[in-house]
Antibody, heavy 119, light 108 residues
Framework: EVQLVQSGAEVKKPGESLKISCKGS????????IGWVRQMPGKGLEWMGI????????RYSPSFQGQVTISADKSISTAYLQWSSLKASDTAMYYC????????????WGQGTLVTVSS | EIVLTQSPGTLSLSPGERATLSCRASQSVSSSYLAWYQQKPGQAPRLLIYGASSRATGIPDRFSGSGSGTDFTLTISRLEPEDFAVYYC?????????FGQGTKLEIK
């Protein structure tokens, strides 16, 4: 079974750093792009960026470029989303999802990681 | 950047009724690159339709997708209680992915 399992909920203070993870299993991790999607409280889905673990090719949405860093460690089939200095506005649920080949869609999705940033 | 606009924002229907959800793109989208997702409260989104009209594995045939160019539609032929949720369309183009703002399907 193809599965993405994300790290647990985090509570952080503004200015702190954070790295959350997404571990893939049941498929060749290096052969599929992994995307990250933000969902702010009560709001819709926003695509943040995507990485190809095979060669770490990474693309960012212009809205998130420079705000977050996406990386992957193919030796442990894990993708990451990290912040160097969190803001209260980063409070959201973050999902990872595997991108298919062509046509490009996201399936499956991880269970989500809730990040709360509060002083 | 292609903007997807979904309508209506909220749709109030009863079980057994037919639901028609719209997704309009600001520029033409390849039909192959249009997908629909369902999200229930407290859950991750789930893929329903890809390539504008192909159902994902395990999706009941009461769900169907259609459209081309800038206008796409998700139809649920006869609503079941478990279908009340939020639905998002998503497109891919120029190495970018965008989602519509969502349509909430609620019980009338």
């Amino acid at each position: 079974e193809v599965q993405l399992v994300q790290s647990g909920a985090e509570v952080k203070k503004p200015g702190e750093s954070l790295k959350i993870s997404c571990k893939g299993s049941g498929y060749s991790f290096t052969s599929y792009w992994i995307g990250w999607v933000r969902q702010m409280p009560g709001k819709g889905l926003e695509w943040m960026g995507i990485i190809y673990p095979g060669d770490s090719d990474t693309r960012y949405s212009p809205s998130f470029q420079g705000q977050v860093t996406i990386s992957a460690d193919k030796s442990i089939s894990t993708a990451y989303l990290q912040w160097s200095s969190l803001k209260a506005s980063d409070t959201a649920m973050y999902y990872c999802a595997r991108r298919s080949g062509v046509p490009p869609y996201f399936d499956p999705w991880g269970q989500g990681t809730l990040v709360t940033v509060s002083s | 950047e292609i903007v997807l606009t979904q309508s209506p924002g909220t749709l109030s229907l009863s079980p057994g009724e037919r639901a028609t959800l719209s997704c309009r793109a600001s520029q033409s989208v390849s039909s192959s690159y249009l997908a629909w997702y369902q999200q229930k409260p407290g859950q991750a989104p789930r893929l329903l339709i890809y390539g504008a009209s192909s159902r994902a594995t395990g999706i009941p045939d009461r769900f169907s997708g259609s459209g081309s160019g800038t206008d796409f539609t998700l139809t649920i032929s006869r609503l079941e209680p478990e279908d009340f949720a939020v639905y998002y369309c998503q497109q891919y183009g120029s190495s970018m992915y965008t989602f519509g703002q969502g349509t909430k399907l609620e019980i009338k």
